[in-house]
């Protein structure tokens, strides 16, 4: 099965994810974790703001800079959201945009796979200008879907080394 193939179908079930995760924080009465406690040290704040090492900026200007970009296939589209991937068969960098219309939107998410060490990492960033519930449910939602294909990326390579 091609790249392409098994990445519509990753985007398939990424979607129904979505759907079922958006139906789950419906529910009035969800058990919050509690709030985490800023680090002691990290990042600097310009590098913070940084969006998958670009520019940082407004979600609406994001928007327009990846998705105007040549260099950038469009991989995926719903009623929802629309990504672009550096590579249409293999891409390191996701660019996911909310469409007009979307609770959250405007907003940008950037994934990217990253090296650390000997482990390949999905790092995740999330530019939301819209309202501040809809955006939270956005984070929370792409931190899932991030989540999830960090097991495929760890299951891959662990595949590959057999």
């Not at 129904?16 to 058990?31: C, G, P, R, T, Y």
């Not at 060490?117 to 939270?136: F, R």
Request: net charge neutral.
């Amino acid at each position: 099965m091609s790249r392409a193939h098994r990445f519509v179908r990753l985007a398939t079930a990424v979607t129904s994810v979505f759907i079922l995760a958006q139906a789950a924080l419906a529910v009035e009465n969800v058990v919050s974790p509690p709030a985490t406690p800023a680090p002691a040290a990290g990042p600097t704040i310009a590098a913070a703001q940084q969006f998958c090492g670009d520019a940082p900026d407004k979600a609406e200007a994001l928007i327009t800079r990846y998705s105007t970009d040549a260099k950038l296939k469009q991989v995926y589209k719903s009623v929802d959201y629309v990504a672009y991937g550096d590579d249409d068969k293999n891409a390191t960098k996701m660019y996911t945009f909310t469409i007009s219309g979307h609770p959250a939107h405007p907003a940008a998410v950037c994934r990217t796979l990253v090296k650390e060490g000997e482990s390949l990492v999905v790092k995740m960033h999330v530019v939301c200008d819209g309202e501040q519930e809809a955006c939270t449910r956005l984070r929370n939602d792409f931190n899932v879907m991030t989540a999830k294909m960090q097991v495929e990326v760890d299951q891959r390579i662990a595949g590959e080394k057999k």
